[in-house]
């Protein structure tokens, strides 16, 4: 299975506006309705509470939606205030693998995003208590995609499979003494994140990842950009463009959150396995000596009588 985030961050035109609860609440029930294309959604496997209805013969073959493969389960939706996140969940991967993947869910987010939230909250109805078309207009957007994919069999034996991008390994930390901590791969490149595992990714360290990536690519990009576009409106009037495409900046400060907040290190991390059965080792000496002592104290209790 392959599962693929479409993490989004939304530019207004007053990037300081704060929607009232009110005003979130009926964005919410206009963008997530099925007047929207969008229903309610109670699989236990669902991590967001609504997806996209998926479309019929009819509108695949008009060319008005975007083509929906085979592979493709089906595709979440999340909205708060300036943030969406759509998440494509594929039953296997793709002829292609996990890129053909990311092509499938840019694609097909594009198209979404365009016409399923940003246009639809540019032309809610006059009655809806939001802000005038002058602060709450959508004029442009930032995304980026996180895939978590199965590992392939003896990828990291290949030296070359870990040096096309910043890639390193994060230990996830089981909570369970007995269960041995999860080790997994991670590879941070401009189209996309990939996290490749032999076992099942955490539900936290997927938030934190997500968040991560809003701090220090989204939003990072967003201030760089607005930034840049005040220098150039000093020399040119005609400077509205804005561009959503990640740079190593970004990248590089991903990594380094990654170094410091999740655990990822360059190196190798044996020496943290042999530390975390060096603990477990002791634990169980521990248990067995108390044991021990249990069954020493029951005997002589046994011989006095």
């Known amino acids: 299975m392959i599962e693929i985030y479409v993490p989004v961050l939304l530019n207004f035109r007053d990037n300081a506006l704060v929607y009232l609860p009110e005003q979130v609440e009926r964005l919410r ?9 969008i229903r309610e959604l109670e699989a236990a496997d669902a991590v967001f509470g609504h997806e996209l209805v998926r479309p019929d013969a009819t509108a695949l073959e008009s060319g008005d939606v975007p083509a929906w493969p ?3 389960d089906r595709v979440e939706a999340y ?17 292609g693998g ?8 840019v694609a097909h987010s594009a198209h979404v995003l365009e016409h399923h939230f940003v246009h639809r909250i540019n032309t809610v109805d006059d009655g809806a208590p939001l802000p005038d078309d002058e602060h709450g207009r959508v004029t ?3 995304s980026y995609c996180l895939i978590f994919a199965p590992e392939p069999a003896h990828f990291q034996d290949r030296m070359d499979n870990l040096l096309g991008s910043h ?3 994060i230990v996830e930390v089981t909570p369970r003494l007995l269960e041995r901590d999860r080790t997994h791969l991670v590879r941070i490149s401009i189209p996309s994140t990939n996290v490749y595992s032999t076992t099942d990714v955490g539900r936290w360290l997927k938030v934190d990842i997500l968040n991560a990536v809003y701090q220090h690519m989204l939003y990072a990009k967003k201030e760089q950009d607005e930034r840049d576009l005040q220098t150039l409106v000093a020399f040119s009037r005609r400077a509205t463009a804005h561009r959503n495409v990640m740079e190593e900046s970004q990248l590089h400060a991903l990594w380094d959150h990654a170094v ?12 943290v396995s042999q530390q975390t059965n060096l603990f477990r080792i002791s634990f169980v000496a521990v248990v067995l000596a108390a044991l021990s ?3 020493a104290v029951v005997s002589l209790i046994v011989v006095l009588r």
């Not at 909205?79 to 002829?95: E, M």
């Not at 996990?98 to 869910?105: E, G, N």
Request: net charge neutral; no cysteine; aromatic share 12%.
């Open 29 to 37: 029930d206009t963008l997530l309705s099925e007047d929207n294309g």
């Open 70 to 72: 085979e592979q493709l």
């Open 79 to 95: 909205y708060y205030h300036h943030r969406i996140i759509l998440r494509y969940l594929f039953s296997q991967a793709p002829k």
């Open 98 to 105: 996990d890129r053909a993947a990311r092509q499938v869910a």
């Open 140 to 142: 442009s957007y930032y």
């Open 167 to 169: 890639t390193f390994r």
């Open 260 to 271: 410091d907040a999740l655990g990822g290190r360059t190196v190798d991390l044996h020496s």
């Open 293 to 295: 002592s249990v069954v």
